[in-house]
């Protein structure tokens, strides 16, 4: 895993404090669009205690490329491989005690190959057309921050795509 605990002093306000910070080197984020539909992976998320619907995504290793990661996590998780890659932008995920940036992109023109997991990794693919993912995000079924920030991007994207084809 690319992180470490760290303990950073600051002064704010004028007195010191410290805070407890989770170095980290940054991770990647998928859309996988086909067809009107997305991929999806559900996996086992420890933390919050079982199972969450969210887009692929991965740890970036030390100076990675975070599109070369973004490629590398598609290919391993889905098994989907994609001729357009299109940034949708980056975000801290937890600015309130991670340096982590997350770097989201749309993965596009896609074609199938072998899934490749992790031994730690337990991943149920699931493909679903955009309007019933949306669907689900207005209802709370889908909880995880970084598909909702990408869902967001994405309909940014789409929506700049059909104004270009109206002008």
């Known amino acids: 895993?690319?992180?470490?605990?760290?303990?950073?002093?600051?002064?704010?306000?004028?007195?010191?404090?410290?805070?407890?910070?989770?170095?980290?080197?940054?991770?990647?984020?998928?859309i996988p669009y086909h067809e009107g539909n997305l991929t999806l992976v559900r996996q086992t998320r420890p933390a919050v205690g079982g199972q969450v619907l969210e887009i692929?995504?991965?740890?970036l290793e030390k100076g990675e490329n975070p599109l070369l990661a973004a490629k590398r996590e598609l290919a391993e998780e889905t098994g989907?491989?994609?001729?357009?890659?299109?940034?949708?932008?980056?975000?801290?995920?937890a600015a309130g005690y991670s340096s982590e940036v997350l770097h989201m992109y749309l993965a596009t023109e896609l074609t199938m190959g072998p899934q490749n997991l992790d031994d730690s990794e337990d991943?149920?693919?699931?493909?679903?057309?955009?309007?019933?993912?949306?669907?689900?995000?207005k209802k709370g079924k889908i909880?995880?921050?970084?598909?909702?920030?990408?869902?967001?991007?994405?309909?940014?994207?789409?929506?700049q795509r059909a104004k270009a084809s109206n002008e």
Request: proline share 2%; aromatic share 8%; hydrophobic share 50%.
């Open 80 to 93: 989907w491989r994609a001729q357009s890659w299109h940034k949708l932008g980056e975000i801290y995920v």
């Open 123 to 137: 991943i149920e693919v699931v493909h679903l057309p955009l309007e019933d993912v949306l669907a689900m995000v």
């Open 143 to 159: 909880k995880d921050a970084k598909t909702l920030v990408a869902l967001l991007q994405l309909e940014s994207w789409l929506g």
């Open 56 to 59: 692929p995504a991965g740890a």
């Open 1 to 30: 895993m690319a992180f470490r605990f760290t303990k950073k002093e600051v002064h704010i306000n004028g007195r010191l404090r410290e805070y407890h910070i989770v170095e980290h080197d940054g991770a990647a984020a998928i």
